[in-house]
């Protein structure tokens, strides 16, 4: 079975300020990971993904995270929040295999000016 | 290239009444998913396709929910009848059999009044 925790429903940040949003994952499979962004009645779009290989991943728009196997996190971070930041996040758990996503809860960032 | 292309993008219906939504997934992609979100949650897998072919619809409630994905390219998503707890956001994405990314539709937002 797999899950996704994304600890705080909404953070908020000031301009310029870093982002830290956390997801931890339950996978009983070594897992695939992803950050996904969603504006206002739009649909989901790929920020990053973790498959194999390196731990730190850099996805668009400046978002990074660190694949944590001994804490079963996959936090995104972004050094400086800009204002177009402002959007729901979603991380999302899948298994080797298979392409089905299991997502967390969403965390909203507010981004104040 | 083309994304994924749902229709409608809203749709207001009274409960017990009957819906569909169409879904048209990027070309040459063969895998189908409709995902429901609703308000203030993760999105949540209903059913997958392989071409033609259901690979997962165990949480496809099957009394009331249909799907079909006749030619092995579009899809359709019905609800009859629909009950107050089915508005939400009705997701659909595709992907490439060898890959793990998913590209998502703009949705169409349900509600049911």
């Known amino acids: 079975a797999q899950s996704v925790t994304q600890l705080g429903s909404h953070v908020s940040v000031s301009e310029g300020a870093l982002v830290l949003l956390r997801c931890n994952y339950s996978?009983?499979?070594?897992?695939?990971l992803f950050w996904y962004v969603q504006y206002p009645n739009q649909g989901l779009q790929l920020l990053l993904k973790y498959t194999t290989g390196a731990t730190l991943v850099k996805g668009i728009n400046g978002f990074e995270a660190e694949f944590k196997k001994s804490e079963t996190s996959f936090h995104l971070t972004k050094p400086s929040a800009h204002m177009s930041d402002a959007a729901e996040y979603f991380c999302?758990?899948?298994?080797?295999?298979?392409?089905?996503?299991?997502f967390g809860t969403g965390t909203r960032l507010t981004v104040i000016p | 290239e083309a994304g994924v292309a749902q229709s409608p993008r809203y749709k207001i219906i009274e409960k017990r009444q009957s819906v569909a939504f169409w879904c048209n997934p990027i070309s040459g992609h063969a895998t189908l998913y409709w995902y429901q979100q609703i308000l203030g949650q993760g999105p949540k897998l209903l059913i997958q396709?392989?071409?033609?072919?259901?690979?997962?619809d165990s949480q496809l409630p099957k009394d009331r929910f249909s799907a079909e994905r006749l030619k092995g390219v579009d899809s359709t998503l019905k609800i009859q009848p629909a009950k107050l707890e089915d508005s939400a956001v009705y997701l659909c994405?595709?992907?490439?059999?060898?890959?793990?990314?998913?590209?998502f539709g703009q949705g169409t937002r349900l509600t049911v009044v």
């Open positions: 396709f392989q071409n033609n072919g259901v690979v997962d």
């Open positions: 994405a595709s992907t490439l059999i060898s890959t793990t990314e998913a590209f």
């Open positions: 999302a758990v899948t298994q080797t295999g298979a392409n089905n996503l299991f």
């Open positions: 996978s009983s499979v070594p897992p695939y």
